[in-house]
């Protein structure tokens, strides 16, 4: 049911910060703002492609022949190759379950590989996929669901460490409950740490533009974590729910749709309900994961 991992928690990406530090900004200006609106205003954030600088489109042609001194090896080494996610999590009042239930209905599941759909669904988490093509209705059903924009971040994958697009402290040992695709329950008991969905994302070699994209749910034990500080190592040992694992394809524009089609009662112990999908210290919301592709490449 599950298996040992070795994807850690995220790395310190304070050297690409300064590459998309104005974009985040940019971006959190869409907090509170019409979903179509956003969502109109996301890709034109984010350039398709390197811009020749103003400068060096001016510059005469004598300045730009070739010199003795560009043949010279660079004196630093370039960026790695980047695949760019933009997370934005929308919440939707529980009563209108129904509305939220139907954006799943204009996106689709076939370009998604999963581990175990089934299980997933059973747990009632639904995950789609959707293109540029897809906003406009998408848009709309967020809209007719009274959908709100919470938050957003991004995570930026230059190796192939995981990054966490949500996740939430275990703080004492016990049970995590879930629902298999038969209906039976099971039990997992886990120790103190974290619980995450994380991702790993790289470009696809030899083509252009496309990121092979992987989503897992995790349990981090704090021991663990613990250790992976003092030894000043960047990844943590992990525990990865099997059934969880999903991947796919992406490109810029492309987007996973991640969210419940229902709220449930506090009693009910589904795998991520309490935790991600269905926060209980909300006040009756339904929580969505748009996990938008913005960059691939250099």
Known sequence: MMSAGSQGTPANTGRLAA????????????????????????????????????????????SRRLKVGDLAAPQTQPLPSQVSLQVIVFEAPADKAAAVGEMFDVLRADPIFFADRATL???????????????????????????????LHTLIHFDDRGLDLADLPLWEAGALNYIRADGSTASVELEPG?????????PVEPLRGVADVVFRYVHRRQKDI?????????????????????????????????GPTAYHDADRQGLLDPAFMVPRSSGGVLRLYMVLCTKVGL
């Open 194 to 202: 974290r619980l995450a969905w994380s991702t790993v994302a790289r």
């Open 19 to 62: 590459r998309v530090g104005g974009h985040v900004h940019g971006l959190s200006r869409c907090v509170g703002v019409g979903v179509g609106t956003c969502l109109a205003a996301l890709l034109a954030i984010f350039p398709a492609g390197c811009e020749t600088p103003p400068s060096e489109a001016a510059a005469p042609a004598e």
């Open 121 to 151: 669904e059973a747990n009632d988490i639904r995950v789609r996929f959707g293109t540029q093509r897809d906003w406009p209705d998408l848009a709309k059903k967020l809209d007719e669901a009274d959908a709100k924009q919470a938050y």
């Open 226 to 258: 613990a250790a992976a500080r003092l030894a000043r190592q960047d990844r943590v040992q992990e525990r990865v729910f099997d059934f969880s694992v999903l991947s796919t394809k992406m490109s810029r524009g492309d987007f996973i749709l991640m």
